[in-house]
């Protein structure tokens, strides 16, 4: 038979171990926001955010994804969003949008930079370091 105060120590230890865990795991998630005409002038508007513009039927989006999510958790001083052109077409059409993926950097809401295409990991580390604080 176990001492009751062991018991409840133990469950206080557990509770504070679990939290920790959890805390810890929150800090590694970097959210990749998800941009639409409604929101995307409100996000772009502060600090850097580097956006990437995509489609649904489009391969190398698809494989673009997990990198840009992947640098999104390196680069933690630059937001980073994607934007689906074919949702938001408006807004692909006001930033002259013509190939996906296309990714721009924006700084205070104006654009700065503008890579097209499948960059891999080395593309977006590129653009990122150019914008280093």
């Given at each position: 038979?176990?001492?009751?105060?062991i018991?409840k120590?133990?469950?206080?230890?557990l509770?504070?171990m679990l939290?920790?865990?959890?805390?810890?795991a929150a800090?590694?998630?970097?959210?990749?926001?998800?941009l639409d005409?409604a929101?995307f002038?409100?996000?772009i508007?502060g600090?850097?955010v580097l956006?990437d513009?995509?489609?649904?039927w489009?391969?190398?989006?698809?494989?673009m994804?997990?990198v840009?999510e992947?640098?999104?958790?390196?680069y933690r001083?630059i937001?980073f969003a994607?934007l689906?052109?074919?949702?938001?077409?408006d807004?692909?059409?006001?930033?002259g949008?013509q190939?996906?993926?296309?990714?721009?950097?924006?700084?205070?809401?104006?654009?700065q930079?503008r890579?097209?295409g499948?960059v891999?990991?080395l593309?977006i580390?590129?653009?990122a370091?150019?914008?280093?604080?």
């Open positions: 038979m176990e001492d009751p105060e018991e120590i133990k469950q206080r230890r509770a504070e939290k920790q865990r959890a805390e810890a800090q590694n998630q970097v959210e990749v926001s998800e005409s929101n002038d409100m996000v508007s600090g850097l956006v513009f995509w489609a649904e489009c391969g190398p989006c698809r494989l994804h997990p840009f992947r640098m999104a958790k390196k001083h937001r994607r689906n052109v074919d949702r938001s077409q807004i692909a059409m006001r930033y949008v190939a996906i993926p296309t990714f721009i950097m924006f700084k205070n809401g104006q654009p930079d890579m097209m499948a891999g990991e593309g580390h590129r653009i370091q150019k914008y280093q604080m």
